[in-house]
């Protein structure tokens, strides 16, 4: 489709400023799983803000393409739903900027290893690694490197499920 960003921290389509985000869902439309969306740093963090954060810029306009993909459908036979494109609301974008402070105070802190899915409202952080033996650095409580999991940036499946009941109209 001409998507050139491959892990850069722009948009899948820089020239239209749009990341596309395939969405498993199943019949009724609710997500499969959460969302990647891109790496989370884990040093170098004095200055970051929300504004000049790589997810804000990769959030910023999303072309979503939800995908009927239960694990009870064969691949040739999952279905493209309606694709969508949708930048965040105003709420929608405070959120994550409230989740996007929140998880990186802790990593400055020191804190990573102590992030778990239950932190954020709608960003979450998880490890993103192809396997266990994948690592990179981090800083501990005391501002000394230590080597660590890579983590990612995640949407949770509630609110991509809102995003889905918005922009396709369904309803519970």
Same mark, same amino acid.
């Given at each position: 489709?001409?998507?050139?960003?491959?892990?850069?921290?722009?948009?899948?389509?820089?020239?239209?400023?749009?990341?596309?985000?395939?969405?498993?869902?199943?019949?009724?439309?609710?997500?499969?799983?959460?969302?990647?969306?891109?790496?989370?740093?884990?040093?170098?963090?004095?200055?970051?803000?929300?504004?000049?954060?790589? @997810?804000?810029? $990769?959030?910023?306009? *999303? %072309?979503?393409?939800?995908?009927? &993909?239960?694990? +009870?459908?064969?691949?040739?036979?999952?279905?493209?739903?309606?694709?969508?494109?949708?930048?965040?609301?105003?709420?929608?974008?405070?959120?994550?900027?409230?989740?996007?402070?929140?998880?990186?105070?802790?990593?400055?802190?020191?804190?990573?290893?102590? @992030?778990?899915? $239950?932190?954020?409202? *709608? %960003?979450?952080?998880?490890?993103? &690694?192809?396997? +266990?033996?994948?690592?990179?650095?981090?800083?501990?409580?005391?501002?000394?490197?230590?080597?660590?999991?890579?983590?990612?940036?995640?949407?949770?499946?509630?609110?991509t499920h809102k995003?889905?009941?918005?922009?396709?109209?369904?309803?519970?």
């Amino acid at each position: 489709m001409g998507a050139s960003a491959g892990s850069k921290p722009e948009p899948d389509f820089p020239h239209l400023g749009i990341e596309l985000k395939t969405l498993p869902i199943n019949r009724e439309g609710k997500p499969l799983e959460t969302t990647f969306v891109c790496v989370t740093p884990l040093k170098d963090l004095v200055g970051a803000t929300w504004q000049n954060s790589h @997810i804000k810029n $990769k959030l910023a306009r *999303v %072309l979503w393409v939800p995908i009927i &993909a239960e694990r +009870s459908i064969p691949i040739p036979e999952r279905i493209i739903g309606t694709p969508f494109i949708w930048s965040p609301s105003p709420e929608e974008e405070h959120l994550m900027a409230m989740d996007w402070q929140e998880l990186t105070d802790m990593i400055v802190l020191g804190e990573v290893e102590n @992030i778990t899915g $239950k932190h954020g409202q *709608v %960003l979450q952080i998880r490890p993103k &690694a192809a396997n +266990s033996h994948a690592k990179t650095q981090a800083v501990d409580k005391n501002g000394q490197p230590f080597m660590t999991l890579p983590r990612g940036f995640y949407l949770k499946t509630a609110f991509t499920h809102k995003l889905i009941k918005k922009h396709l109209r369904i309803y519970p």
